[in-house]
């Protein structure tokens, strides 16, 4: 046992999985991670992602071009977006409520949808759907082991990664970034400040949504060539957990990811050896259970110590005064 | 008597109910149209949508047995509702309450009556025990109870299957089922040659229960004071932890029995190959009910009318049984919306004002 996990963890094919399984978790996180700072939590991103992964596909079995469908997916998951900022900014809907709402309707559209064009429920492997290259990078895949682990990927595995500079940029590096934290930890400071609210909060979850565009159409059109029922298997939901498990961060989202990935890799492997699939399958649901726990505790700690610290240098300087 | 007349005349209480309504025929014109966009015989899958429990007996039976799971969910969700808590871990309580009573309809001899009853105490013990996890991770490390309990769905479904798998399998079938349950668990039928079991009365002595619970009993009223507001009944000397515990466990509690009777009552073994989710359901019904267990029938009977209906429909024609789920989706959207629920109040309250401002002049 521990050996075969030994040999599972040295092979370049584990790590490939990992990166391969990292990928749309990864970019859902970040979208979490945004509008989670601007105060708005997206709960519709396993709807954008069942969307974008159906709409994906019959956009590029329709046009027979990869690009256009996943141009379509993204569209259709920023719609999803959308419609949850109409509702939760426009008509004062409960934000996490009118999300759970969306994610209903994808789940039931996209099975009455994809029925509705090819007569099945299940799959979409009547349509002619076109997936996304994989790229081979040309000196780094000669390197003997990382070659095999970083070259060969799906184009969306690189852009997950270029997404958390992306995202990181946003949120440290401009202005929009401040004002999106700013708008999630004061509204009303920011309102004073001069920043609408409501805009940076649609600002995000657009960004939001492009990510899990790029994560649903990856699902049906790389990871596998179709779209199933139910594809996002709850990883818009697993992002929201992650999310905390990132501290808000884009760079924190790596490994919240990775923690998932790993998880979800080594569930693949174990299967093939028949060891218990149903438990393993937990593995990662469990994992991010345990990772925001201890996150949420280990923050709470400091944060006390913080203020332990704070209130004791508050209390020093007085007595100085008084020894003035 | 009172309660009825107070609900046509005082239109306080008017407004939710217009706009339950609201939700509950929009989200069936919405099917309608629906049905028109892609079915070849719109006509005929509108009639079967709308009419079947009417259609057939055998419709309206099922009508009144899909009402008990969502029943027991819909009201454990009102329990949640009642704190402002969001834990949708009742899901995993049912489904693990129905894995608690198969083992104990497989395993364990016992006279019959008492075989289901102590089923049924178990799988509501460990719901409850379940229910409580979210509420214990929001409570001690801020965790959004949400997310944790749609995580903690996943793992304990897991956890379910593979001890039926392992355990409990019945191993002559091709198909994924458990052993068969001894004859004593099973509930009697109410009504001969047909499936409708016992199982409806218990759901209905739940409802009594839980209603008279929440609002003729101290720990009901505490409750629903946490949850009006949590501040005050801190200050109002209410231990809010422990009625935030509490009012989890039993809200898993209520998941669990449901699960056990679903078992005992429609079931000859556990035949799920999925998580039935009836928790989704429960979302809604408790929407529809706002809140207040004495209306969970009424909405349950609608959603289980909703989905006796497409059901019926898809079976004899071409649109799928899942477009029920995106129509459950809509009328959350809409009841979740508090500024279509306040359009109605604000129309009242604008023309209130506007009369009083001409009087004045």
Redesign the interface.
Known sequence: MINFILGVVTSANYWFIVLRSTAPILLVTLGAVITAQAGI?N?ALEGSMLWAALVGVIASSATGNAWIGLLAGVGVSVLVALVLGF?AL?????A???G??????????T??VL??LTGD?GISSSLPSKVLPALTIPLVKDIPWIGKVISGQNIIVYIAALSVVFVDFILRRFTIGRRIRATGENIEAAKAAGIDPVRIKFFALIVSGVLAGLAGCFLSMGYTSNFTSGIAA?RG??A??AQ?VAGGTAVGSIFAAMLFGLMDAMATYLQNIGL?P??I??LP??V??LG??VV??VR?RREAERKRRLFASSTMKKENVGGM | MNSIRRFFVDRESLAPALVTLFAAVFSLLAGIV?IFI?SKQPLQSVQNFLLAPFLRSYNFYYLLIVMVPITFTGLALCVVYQLRY?SLIVDASLYVGAVVATAIGTQISLPAGIHPAVAMLAAGLVGGLIGLLPAI?KIR????E???S???N??F???G??II??YLRDRSQTILSSLPFKRTFLLPRLVPNTQLHVGFLIAAAFVALVTIFLYRTRWGYEIRITGANPRFAMYAGIPVTTVVLYAHFISGFLGGVGGAVEMSGLYRAFIWQMDPSYA?DG?IVAMLARRNPKFVPVSALFLAYLRVGADFMSRRG???F????????????IL?????V?YFKERRLRKQVLKSQGESR
């Not at chain 1, 759970?100 to 559209?109: K, P, Y």
């Not at chain 2, 490390?141 to 959004?144: F, G, I, K, S, V």
């Not at chain 2, 899942?322 to 959207?333: D, N």
């Open positions: 939590m709960m509702f426009k008509l004062d809907a409960n996490v409520l009118s759970v709402a969306l994610n209903l309707v994808a789940t039931g559209g099975v009455f029925f509705s429920k709850g939901y697993v929201n957990a905390v218990m149903e438990l399958q937990a649901y469990a991010t259970i925001f726990v949420t505790f709470d | 629906l892609v969001m991770l490390w801020r965790a959004n949400l997310v944790s749609l995580m903690l996943y793992v479904y897991f956890l299957s593979f798998l392992y989704w979302v071409d649109v799928a899942e477009f029920i789920t995106l129509l459950q989706g809509l009328i959350i959207l979740a919306s508090d500024r279509i306040n």
